[in-house]
């Protein structure tokens, strides 16, 4: 990866470039395995946990499942109607299933915990790239996070130093921060507004071929696309599909 890493870099060196941006998931952190529809099984458990260890309320954790599913289809479904290129927020989204459960503000909190916790548990830091990061940290080059998520910065900013401690990131920038996505390239010209440099000193990382590759150079900067491993995906999915099946099964 580092090998093609540096080609890239090597290329556009003559347009002096002065920040790196990264993408988050799958770039700067690697996902394991586990799908979306896996992982909200865990964090529902999870969740269910805590709330009676914390707050002792008991609830079932297919009852939480199935609200945060909920909670979070037809969020996306009122941004898509409502402003496109916008993010949906995290703690909203926990409000609201906390709501739908008959809950309060403490338990929404404890919600949020659960999924924070369950994240970390399956995030690894890619060594290879920070370690690369590092050493054009090293060199004067500032490094910066660009993430599509409904995790606002902080969080963001705790789970890289809780995976990946003495990661050379200077700042976080996020789509629920900023209420635009990478995706639709509109976060692209804040984050150039935000760090007063051009976009063509900037030089992008990431996983994804719309948000990080073309959109990011749509909006004037270098790219370059890493890929995560191909049985990572293949597992990945292959989890996803075996998580559906077992949802659609009738329970006995």
Not at 124 to 140: Q, V, Y
Not at 221 to 243: E, K, W
Request: glycine share 4%; aromatic share 6%.
């Amino acid at each position: 990866m580092n090998k093609k890493l540096d080609a890239a870099w090597k290329r556009i060196v003559r347009a002096d470039p002065r920040i790196i941006s990264c993408d988050v998931f799958d770039t700067l952190l690697n996902r394991n395995h586990i799908s979306e529809s896996s992982r909200v099984k865990l964090i529902a458990r999870r969740a269910a946990s805590m709330l009676e260890e914390r707050c002792g309320v008991r609830l079932d954790a297919d009852a939480i499942w199935r609200t945060r599913v909920d909670v979070q289809h037809y969020a996306y479904r009122a941004l898509d109607m409502i402003h496109p290129t916008g993010e949906v927020q995290f703690t909203r989204m926990m409000e609201a299933t906390a709501t739908l459960l008959g809950l309060g503000a403490p338990e929404a909190a404890v919600l949020a915990r659960a999924e924070v916790a369950v994240e970390q548990t399956q995030l690894t830091p890619n060594l290879p790239l920070l370690s690369w990061l590092t050493d054009r940290a090293a060199e004067g080059i500032k490094v910066i996070a660009i993430s599509d998520t409904w995790h606002d910065a902080p969080t963001i900013r705790a789970l890289l130093d809780g995976v990946a401690p003495d990661n050379p990131v200077a700042t976080v920038y996020t789509s629920s921060d900023c209420n635009a996505t990478k995706r639709s390239g509109a976060i692209f010209p804040m984050v150039i507004a935000a760090e007063r440099m051009p976009a063509e000193t900037f030089f992008h990382i990431g996983d994804d071929e719309l948000a990080d590759e073309r959109m990011s150079r749509r909006a004037g900067l270098h790219a370059h696309r890493i890929t995560p491993p191909r049985m990572v995906m293949m597992y990945r999915r292959l989890n996803g599909a075996h998580a559906r099946l077992r949802h659609r099964m009738p329970q006995r």
